[in-house]
């Protein structure tokens, strides 16, 4: 029996998609719920999987092409696989080296200026899979010190990439929708907001006593969640954002949206680009339950698997840059958000505290903020209420 392989239904925001990843070749055995082929939209990469047992017959659509919402992708033949596959791969006996690579993996070789033939297959006729050049990438060799063997590896690599001048290799690479379209939104950002930055700087030296002090009995408490400063942020920006109901708005045309609940994005860097997935209602969660939450998107971020209804809505937002170095940095609005938070690295500075000089464990925190809705003053008080709450912990339990 042939079924229509049909790209996932998008949302009312998402317009269409990109055929990113075969996973499944033509003549391929699927199992039922096996992924086929990876659809990369502007916010998320959707997974398309076989409906049931089954071979791909014919894929319609190649790897880059684009596709509309419901658009049939490919054939596929239910049934009996196991008599299936074998027909469809000695129709498909490769002939040479280059009929051995899959679309996906040969991807990868051009990518990487590698030569099909030294890669080990794994797939069926020894086959090379998009698996086995990242296995061959992983564990490669270091390239040779010899000049006379540098040169013949310069020249395979030039000849890949099919962009040279002299030795100076070039490499061009197709933008990713997903990082188009955050280019794209953060320069409308720039340009139709009133952006605005303050900088507060807050010693971390209370939180840090306090994780440092419960740690252990908190991760043993809550089945293994790790006790980070990320929920500490989140609370006190919660608590922030209560008192100061301007920074938790949005712009919508000429109306100002106020929104009643705290729905804060949590910035997260993966090989694709910046994510950031939303923590519903936080003035209802708990610190174990923010920790746990950011764990799973981070996991869910890195191996593709965000979903378009983790990403949506969110009324502030907070990235950490201090997660890879940075001291200071100015954060771009994440629209039609009014207000984003910059946390940064925690280095130790001499302060004056009482007329003595102490080293503390300090960090610069950075509001950007559209100053068409919110005030100066609003966004100092809100960002010093920030830094008020994680010098004394315990005014967030005590709502103080």
């Not at 089954?54 to 049939?72: C, M, R, Y």
């Not at 990518?111 to 698996?131: C, F, Q, R």
């Not at 040779?144 to 490499?171: C, M, Q, W």
């Not at 890195?302 to 209804?309: A, F, I, Q, V």
Request: proline share 6%; glycine share 8%.
């Amino acid at each position: 029996m042939s079924i229509e392989i049909k790209a996932p239904t998008f949302p009312e925001s998402v317009a269409d998609g990109t055929v990113a990843t075969w996973h499944k070749q033509p003549g391929e055995a699927c199992s039922a719920d096996e992924l086929i082929v990876d659809i990369e939209t502007d916010k998320v990469v959707l997974e398309v999987v076989a409906p049931e047992d089954g071979v791909v017959a014919e894929i319609l659509k190649g790897e880059g092409d684009t596709v509309l919402s419901e658009e049939v992708l490919a054939t596929f033949t239910a049934g009996a696989a196991g008599a299936a596959a074998p027909a469809a791969a000695a129709e498909a006996a490769p002939a040479g080296d280059a009929d051995k690579v899959g679309p996906a993996a040969r991807k990868l070789i051009d990518e990487n200026g590698l030569d099909a033939s030294a890669i080990p297959g794994t797939g069926k006729n020894g086959g090379i899979t998009k698996e086995d050049v990242q296995n061959f990438l992983k564990n490669k060799p270091a390239a040779p010190a010899a000049p006379a063997a540098a040169a013949p590896a310069a020249s395979a690599t030039a000849a890949a990439l099919n962009i040279v001048t002299g030795e100076r290799v070039e490499k061009r690479v197709p933008m990713t929708r997903l990082r188009a379209t955050i280019a794209k939104r953060l320069v409308e950002a720039q340009q139709n907001a009133a952006m605005l930055t303050t900088y507060n700087e807050v010693n971390m030296k209370p939180v840090m006593e306090l994780r440092k002090q419960y740690k252990d009995l908190f991760e043993k408490t809550h089945n293994g969640t790790r006790l980070g400063f990320m929920s500490f942020f989140v609370k006190a920006a919660t608590e922030a954002l209560k008192k100061f109901p301007a920074v938790n708005a949005s712009i919508d045309g000429n109306d100002m949206v106020y929104h009643g609940y705290q729905d804060i994005g949590v910035a997260v860097s993966t090989e694709r680009g910046l994510m950031v997935p939303v923590l519903r209602d936080t003035d209802a969660m708990s610190l174990a339950d923010v920790e746990s939450t950011i764990a799973d998107f981070g996991k869910r971020g890195r191996e593709g698997k965000l979903g378009l209804d983790d990403m949506q809505g969110g009324t502030f937002t907070i990235t950490n840059g201090g997660v890879f170095g940075s001291l200071m940095s100015t954060p771009i609005l994440n629209p039609p958000q009014t207000a984003i938070m910059g946390m940064h690295k925690i280095q130790e500075r001499p302060m004056a505290v009482n007329g003595q000089v102490e080293i503390l464990p300090m960090m610069y925190l950075a509001l950007s903020y559209d100053h068409r809705m919110i005030d100066g003053k609003e966004a100092v008080q809100f960002l010093v209420t920030i830094k008020d709450l994680l010098e004394d912990p315990a005014r967030m339990l005590l709502e103080v």
